[in-house]
């Protein structure tokens, strides 16, 4: 970064890529962006970002019958928004559905 502050696409892309990186050689897929959070507090984008990796799909049989879909991990990328470097990749986990 040249020291200019991100907007909103800017650090989610940069939390996708870096994500895909991170986790390239797991075979991740469905990557996509679920919640961004600006904190003026610290000056960082806290992006979450969900994707699936093959361990997480259902077995064939059960997909050919519609019950249920791949689970997926979510992961909070916090990123510094004057110099874009990733602070921390953490798991995010959902309340379950009532």
């Given at each position: 970064?040249?020291?200019?502050?991100m907007d909103v696409r800017e650090a989610a892309h940069a939390a996708k890529e870096y994500?895909?990186?991170?986790?390239?050689?797991?075979?991740?897929?469905?990557?996509?962006?679920?919640?961004?959070?600006?904190?003026?507090?610290?000056?960082?984008?806290?992006?979450?970002?969900?994707?699936?990796?093959?361990?997480?799909?259902?077995?064939?049989?059960?997909?050919?019958?519609?019950?249920?879909?791949?689970?997926?991990?979510?992961k909070v990328v916090r990123i510094n928004d004057e110099s874009g470097a990733v602070i921390?990749?953490?798991?995010?986990?959902?309340?379950?559905?009532?």
């Open positions: 970064m040249d020291g200019t502050n994500l895909i990186d991170l986790f390239d050689g797991e075979g991740i897929t469905h990557v996509g962006l679920e919640e961004v959070d600006f904190d003026e507090v610290t000056n960082e984008w806290k992006i979450t970002i969900g994707f699936s990796r093959p361990w997480d799909h259902k077995n064939v049989l059960t997909q050919a019958l519609g019950e249920g879909r791949p689970a997926r991990s979510y921390s990749v953490k798991d995010r986990v959902l309340a379950a559905a009532e």
